[in-house]
T-cell receptor, first 116, second 112 residues
Framework: AQKITQTQPGMFVQEKEAVTLDCTYD???????LFWYKQPSSGEMIFLIYQGSYDEQNATEGRYSLNFQKARKSANLVISASQLGDSAMYFCAMRDIAGNTGKLIFGQGTTLQVKP | DGGITQSPKYLFRKEGQNVTLSCEQN?????MYWYRQDPGQGLRLIYY???????QKGDIAEGYSVSREKKESFPLTVTSAQKNPTAFYLCASRKGSNYGYTFGSGTRLTVV
């Protein structure tokens, strides 16, 4: 069964420093997609970055980058130059491709707090 | 602007009552999804629909029902059979298999 594991319930980072949020996944599929979402206290899910299993380059979107290590089945999110507005909950998710449902399988999330 | 509208934002329900959460999208997306989120937890799939007039159970469908009579609308009914309905409910949509997901702003349901 597909599974996403986020082992850091809470993280602190100093403003302007970089932070890495861990994500490991388990799947027997060869084709899959990995997502990171940000959920502020208001509740909406904000898409940050996507990595396809066949993408050779690590995905980057502005201050966000995904450290994709396929052999280790990890897809860590790196946020550079943290800002106070980055304080939120962060979810790693995997798209079910083989089952053809299109559903997202989510991890438990990591709460990030940025200190001034 | 295109997006997903969930209403109401907050909903209170008495035990034994059915309530319906609204999800409307004007993105012309084919697939729609309902997720449940408990405090400090990830999202779990309740129901999904990949085409009008068709929907499938997700991982935690018991106590919930849905309909998909129009492409734009995917309402979720929380029935009295759902024993622990207090949660945050998120609706999402997606155009196709190679596209990303758009989420609504959620409905927070509380049983009183």
């Amino acid at each position: 069964a597909q599974k996403i594991t986020q082992t850091q319930p809470g993280m602190f980072v100093q403003e302007k420093e970089a932070v890495t949020l861990d994500c490991t996944y388990d799947t027997s599929d060869q084709s899959y997609g990995l997502f990171w979402y940000k959920q502020p206290s208001s509740g909406e899910m904000i898409f940050l970055i996507y990595q396809g299993s066949y993408d050779e380059q690590n995905a980057t979107e502005g201050r966000y980058s995904l450290n994709f290590q396929k052999a280790r089945k990890s897809a860590n999110l790196v946020i550079s130059a943290s800002q106070l507005g980055d304080s939120a909950m962060y979810f790693c998710a995997m798209r079910d491709i083989a089952g053809n449902t299109g559903k997202l399988i989510f991890g438990q999330g990591t709460t990030l707090q940025v200190k001034p | 602007d295109g997006g997903i509208t969930q209403s109401p934002k907050y909903l209170f329900r008495k035990e034994g009552q059915n309530v319906t959460l609204s999800c409307e999208q004007n993105l012309n997306h084919d697939a729609m999804y309902w997720y449940r989120q408990d405090p400090g937890q990830g999202l779990r799939l309740i129901y999904y629909s990949q085409i009008v007039n068709d929907f499938q159970k997700g991982d935690i469908a018991e106590g919930y029902s849905v309909s998909r009579e129009k492409k734009e609308s995917f309402p979720l009914t929380v029935t009295s059979a759902q024993k622990n309905p207090t949660a945050f409910y998120l609706c999402a949509s997606r155009k196709g298999s190679n596209y990303g997901y758009t989420f609504g702003s959620g409905t927070r349901l509380t049983v009183v």
